[in-house]
């Protein structure tokens, strides 16, 4: 009977997913396309698994969620993991209005339908809420739709550096 001791074998990280690395890629393209610049703190020259790496252990928060009628988390770097007190296989999947108390989910839903009608938008601020509780407000986010690269529409994508716990 063979034995493998858990401790030698690293769980794969999210970035080196197939699936993941092509959203990454779909993530900072779509920003480039939309905003005109790219991401901040990403290589100027790497390989696609290096930027999705990058991309996942950014400074800054970025997440993204599929284009359902009630989207779900595609997507949530380390540094959003980490605000909204949640591991990876907790995000993906979850729907994206959870991130928003009951109460603020009205004003979140116009704000994606802004961003669905314009294409981005780089003035939200919210109040967001963690898997513990713990109450936030978000700096300038900016919100961006996700192309695929045949055009179609896939979801949507935000990035903020700045919170302020509340």
């Given at each position: 009977?063979l034995h493998?001791?858990k401790?030698?074998v690293?769980?794969?990280?999210?970035?080196q997913?197939?699936?993941?690395?092509?959203?990454?890629?779909?993530?900072i393209?779509?920003?480039h396309e939309?905003?005109?610049?790219?991401?901040s703190?990403l290589?100027?020259s790497?390989?696609?698994?290096?930027l999705?790496?990058?991309?996942?252990?950014?400074?800054?928060?970025?997440?993204?969620h599929?284009?359902?009628?009630?989207?779900?988390?595609?997507?949530?770097?380390?540094?959003?993991?980490?605000?909204?007190e949640l591991?990876?296989d907790?995000?993906?999947g979850?729907p994206?209005?959870?991130?928003?108390?009951p109460d603020?989910r009205?004003?979140?839903?116009?704000?994606l339908?802004?961003?669905?009608?314009?294409g981005?938008?780089?003035?939200?601020r919210?109040?967001?809420?963690?898997?513990?509780g713990?109450?936030?407000e978000?700096?300038?986010?900016?919100?961006?739709?996700?192309?695929?690269?045949?055009?179609?529409?896939?979801?949507q994508?935000?990035?903020?550096?700045e919170?302020?716990?509340?």
């Open positions: 009977m493998h001791d401790g030698s690293s769980p794969m990280q999210p970035w997913n197939e699936s993941i690395i092509q959203l990454s890629q779909i993530i393209q779509s920003f939309r905003l005109g610049n790219p991401l703190n290589p100027d790497a390989t696609q698994q290096q999705a790496q990058a991309l996942y252990e950014a400074p800054y928060v970025v997440l993204a599929d284009g359902a009628a009630d989207p779900c988390f595609t997507y949530a770097n380390l540094a959003a993991q980490r605000l909204w591991e990876w907790e995000f993906i979850m994206s209005r959870y991130s928003a108390e603020l009205e004003v979140r839903a116009a704000m339908e802004r961003v669905q009608r314009d981005y938008i780089d003035d939200y919210g109040i967001r809420i963690s898997k513990t713990r109450r936030f978000l700096g300038k986010t900016i919100v961006w739709n996700l192309q695929v690269p045949t055009g179609d529409y896939c979801g994508a935000a990035t903020f550096s919170w302020t716990p509340l």
